[in-house]
């Protein structure tokens, strides 16, 4: 009894720091390159994808043997799709500005890699319980990850942080930082930052584009 | 009307680039772009699917959602139209162009999970769905067309550009922690930044307000 408690809670803190899906697996980058440029737009994304994600991954893991293989894509597909367009409608009730700001990345919430990866990996292969404890520490790892990085932008590209003025009225603000080279930058500076302290901890990871088919055609790229 | 579609080309391929402004498809752009022709195939196959779901994708969404009122359902139902067509065009591209198949084949599966393609078929109905209704179908039709044939190319001219540049990246003596995809990434934002300075080109250089 003790042990399965152990794991249940390592399956919900993997997602935070082990497999973290944006620093360290390395996927759903399109997303997490766009919502950053303020806190207010990532924790708006956060929720919406950590809502999908547990979401899906409960009704994958319900369906598990019910989905035939051969068509197991275009299954999740709709599955996830009904879910975006829930918290579409919602969003779109409930939080216009949001739903504005974020534009056409909550539909590409479809195509993310990490809930299609999540639903390949984990949830068409392990309980309910299981998959929904995935999903929330996998959509707290990517929360707090955007969150992070939209701090990082926020602050040195607008000098404010969830719209409050914290910088000093003299400073410079980076205009860049909100811009689309700043989000490269950012993320770029972020993981090096990572691979230094996986190093010191002596557990670097190799790291490989997320997206499973995308690994298949670099592992052939490489041999 | 041609000087239109010029801007709205040439501003798809240069200012509003899908890859490195918009961050649609960063994936591939990071994953594939290790050489030129692995990069020029896969977006060769993205311009193919991206026009080919917009041409389908459009008029259903003028013909069927709009007047049976559900807009509401456009995310499934473009993800599903996409996700058959892939299917279709690789078992057609496989039985009757197989010249064309040699050279797409691999990269087809990727690009229902594309998010280039979902994202084109959105945005040419927010941006040319308005023009139905006072310029004609034809007009919106056409627009929408050649702003996913401009994305596409913008994808392909971020794509070789930047396997380029990694060329030179991957023999550089990256310090120790930025080596492999750090690097790639700050090398990714010094190219951006280089696009940006074509904000603004093509309303100057065509004088239309697009």
Redesign the interface.
């Known amino acids: 009894m003790a042990q399965e408690k152990v794991s249940k809670v390592s399956i919900l803190t993997n997602g935070i720091i082990k497999e973290n899906p944006v620093l360290r697996l390395?996927l759903g980058?399109?997303?997490t390159?766009?919502v950053t440029t303020a806190v207010s737009n990532a924790i708006g994304m956060g929720v919406a994808f950590t809502f999908v994600l547990v979401c899906s991954n409960i009704m994958i893991a319900l369906l598990r043997n019910v989905i035939p293989a051969k068509v197991h894509?275009?299954c999740y597909?709709?599955i996830i799709?009904?879910f975006?367009?829930i918290v579409?409608?919602v969003m779109q009730a409930y939080v216009n500005s949001l739903y504005t700001a974020l534009g056409?990345f909550l539909?590409?919430i479809?195509?993310n890699?990490i809930i299609?990866g999540r639903a390949e990996m984990f949830a068409c292969k392990n309980t309910v319980v299981d998959s929904a404890l995935d999903g929330i520490g996998m959509g707290i790892g990517y929360t707090l990850t955007v969150v992070l990085m939209a701090t990082i932008r926020e602050i040195l590209g607008s000098g404010t942080w969830l719209g409050f003025q914290i910088m000093p009225k003299g400073f410079v603000t980076i205009g860049?930082m909100t811009?689309?080279?700043?989000?490269?930058?950012c993320?770029?500076?972020l993981?090096?930052?990572c691979?230094?302290v996986e190093?010191k901890l002596d557990a670097r990871i190799?790291?490989?584009?997320?997206?499973q088919?995308?690994k298949d055609?670099?592992e052939?790229?490489d041999k | 009307m041609f000087v239109k579609l010029a801007a709205i080309f040439f501003s798809m391929i240069l200012v509003n680039n899908y890859v490195?402004?918009?961050?649609?498809?960063?994936?591939?752009f990071?994953?594939?772009s290790?050489?030129l022709d692995?990069s020029l195939g896969m977006s060769g196959a993205v311009i193919f699917v991206m026009f080919m779901a917009t041409a389908v994708t459009f008029p259903i969404q003028i013909f069927v959602l709009d007047p049976a009122d559900l807009g509401?359902?456009?995310?499934?139902v473009f993800?599903?139209v996409i996700?058959v067509l892939v299917q279709f065009i690789e078992i057609f591209l496989k039985k009757y162009m197989v010249s064309l198949y040699n050279a797409l084949g691999?990269?087809l599966?990727?690009i229902?999970?594309?998010?280039c393609v979902?994202?084109v078929t959105?945005?040419v109905v927010?941006d040319y769905g308005a023009d139905v209704q006072t310029l004609g179908f034809a007009v919106a039709y056409i627009e929408s067309l050649v702003c996913a044939i401009g994305s596409g190319v913008g994808f392909m001219l971020a794509m070789c550009l930047f396997s380029g540049v990694r060329k030179r990246v991957e023999v550089c003596d990256a310090p120790?922690?930025?080596?492999?995809?750090?690097?790639?990434?700050?090398a990714?934002?010094?190219t951006?930044?280089s696009?940006?300075g074509f904000g603004g080109i093509v309303e100057n250089l065509f004088n239309v307000t697009l």
Do not use: H
């Not at chain 1, 811009?179 to 930058?185: D, K, V």
């Not at chain 1, 190799?206 to 997206?211: L, V």
């Open positions: 390395v980058t399109c997303s390159l766009a894509l275009p597909i709709v799709a009904g975006v367009t579409q409608m056409v539909p590409l479809v195509v890699c299609l860049i811009q689309a080279p700043g989000a490269f930058l993320f770029g500076l993981m090096a930052l691979v230094w190093d190799e790291r490989k584009i997320g997206c088919p995308l055609l670099q052939g790229e | 490195l402004v918009k961050f649609y498809g960063i994936c591939p990071l994953g594939v290790k050489k692995s509401y359902l456009q995310t499934i993800i599903l996700a691999v990269y599966p990727l229902t999970t594309n998010c979902l994202a959105i945005l927010d120790g922690p930025f080596k492999g995809l750090p690097i790639t990434l700050v990714a934002a010094i951006s930044l696009f940006m």
